[in-house]
T-cell receptor, first 112, second 113 residues
Framework: QQQVKQSPQSLIVQKGGIPIINCAYENTAFDYFPWYQQFPGKGPALLIAIRPDVSEKKEGRFTISFNKSAKQFSLHIMDSQPGDSATYFCAALQGGSEKLVFGKGTKLTVNP | NAGVTQTPKFHILKIGQSMTLQCTQDMNHNYMYWYRQDPGMGLKLIYYSVGAGITDKGEVPNGYNVSRSTTEDFPLRLELAAPSQTSVYFC????????????FGPGTRLTVT
């Protein structure tokens, strides 16, 4: 059973567009939601993370929106650039656990 | 600091052979993890360790073994390799438990044929 459902699987936007990647979860014990960014041939790297006590967190051009009642969270990339082309993974952690649960990933392509 | 290093970068293994994937971190992190990444499937946790001498199973441990004799090293052993173990393997480390950033190595691309 997939604990974190991520969509879409792939996404193509033009430079300057605002790609949105969505994730949904069922386990209400999750209390930490990071996003990781992975460039081809590299390991993932933490991009931004949020706790459920806030509805939005912004770091530079990257914003997480969190809807606790709907059990959904999403990543928005403002003014997207070709250098943002990468695979993005959402993840979730249950309090007291050491195990991050990852979504299946979204391959983002930003065309010049 | 080199961060998390993994060797080898690539390897081709025959069915039934065994091998060890090496992982070393120089950040003095307590927590270390092994993941496998298959196309379109995200990252699946194989094993993790919360300190030297302490390891535990993740979501997909079958066919793998780990040990953690030092803080720095966390090798992953594949016994009797099967084609289903063809994957990209990532090692990661974090200072403490899951709320802390996990730092990933560059990965090992393994083909079992």
């Amino acid at each position: 059973q997939q604990q974190v459902k991520q969509s879409p699987q792939s996404l193509i936007v033009q430079k300057g567009g605002i790609p949105i990647i969505n994730c949904a979860y069922e386990n209400t014990a999750f209390d930490y939601f990071p996003w990781y960014q992975q460039f081809p041939g590299k390991g993932p790297a933490l991009l931004i993370a949020i706790r459920p006590d806030v509805s939005e967190k912004k770091e530079g051009r990257f914003t997480i929106s969190f809807n606790k009642s709907a059990k959904q969270f999403s990543l928005h990339i403002m003014d997207s650039q070709p250098g943002d082309s990468a695979t993005y993974f959402c993840a979730a952690l249950q309090g007291g656990s050491e195990k991050l649960v990852f979504g299946k990933g979204t391959k983002l392509t930003v065309n010049p | 600091n080199a961060g998390v290093t993994q060797t080898p970068k690539f390897h081709i293994l025959k069915i039934g052979q065994s091998m060890t994937l090496q992982c070393t971190q120089d950040m003095n992190h307590n927590y270390m993890y092994w993941y496998r990444q298959d196309p379109g499937m995200g990252l699946k946790l194989i094993y993790y360790s919360v300190g030297a001498g302490i390891t535990d199973k993740g979501e997909v441990p079958n066919g793998y073994n780990v040990s953690r004799s030092t803080t720095e090293d966390f090798p992953l052993r594949l016994e009797l390799a099967a084609p289903s173990q063809t994957s990209v393997y990532f090692c990661a480390s974090s200072y403490e438990t899951g709320y802390y950033e996990q730092y990933f190595g560059p990965g090992t691309r393994l083909t079992v044929t």
